[in-house]
């Protein structure tokens, strides 16, 4: 009977400490957000360049047929 409340104490810990909360996010909860902003971010600037490179040369070629540069 003593192993049992021995056992049934240990797992008791055990779930009591995986239904605690946490108190705060740990340095790896962090860099794992930081580099999904890093994702974002490149992406977006990939993709802003992109669309910012077509308007520029559509605006080259406009200025280039006003003028009647071949």
């Known amino acids: 009977m003593k192993h049992l409340s021995e056992h049934l104490s240990y797992a008791w810990t055990l779930l009591r400490g995986i239904w605690t909360p946490e108190k705060g996010a740990t340095a790896t909860e962090y860099s794992v ?4 902003i890093a994702i974002v971010i490149v992406a977006g600037v990939g993709i802003f360049g992109t669309s910012l ?8 070629t406009g200025v280039q047929t006003a003028l009647g540069i071949p």
């Open 33 to 36: 957000l930081l580099g999904f």
């Open 53 to 60: 490179n077509g308007v520029f040369m559509g605006l080259s």
